[in-house]
């Protein structure tokens, strides 16, 4: 069975950081992709955040590019979003989400979320 897992949230004041992981855990399954997205308020759908693929490629949000930065340990199945010059509207659950090839399949999975709070 996979499980992904957040860690790394918390109360930060604006202008700190915050590095946030997320490992996929199970077996007989290869990484297609990983990526953080945040949902900022209930209600609110979630946004994606940053992405990184397989092969190392990234994506970001123009409201995080510059201060974000998503990079992985393939070796641990681990992706980190180090959250820098946090701002008080960068508070939200915070999401990872792993596409996973499992045999001829790919699925999508979610971890629980983890609450990063930024106060002005």
């Known amino acids: 069975q996979v499980q992904v897992v957040e860690s790394g949230g918390g109360l930060v004041q604006a202008g700190g950081s915050l590095r946030l992981s997320c490992t996929a855990s199970g077996s007989d399954f290869s990484i297609e992709g990983m990526g953080w997205y945040r949902r900022q308020a209930l209600g609110n759908e979630r946004e994606l955040v940053a992405?990184?693929?397989?092969?190392?490629?990234?994506n970001y949000a123009d409201s995080v590019k510059g201060r974000f930065t998503i990079s992985r340990d393939n070796a641990k199945n681990t992706v980190y979003l180090q959250m820098n010059i946090l701002k008080p509207e960068d508070t939200a659950v915070y999401y990872c989400?792993?596409?996973?090839?499992?045999?001829?399949?790919?699925?999508?999975?979610w971890g629980q979320g983890t609450q990063v709070t930024v106060s002005s």
């Open positions: 992405e990184i693929t397989s092969g190392g490629a990234t």
């Open positions: 989400n792993a596409i996973l090839r499992i045999g001829p399949w790919t699925y999508s999975y």
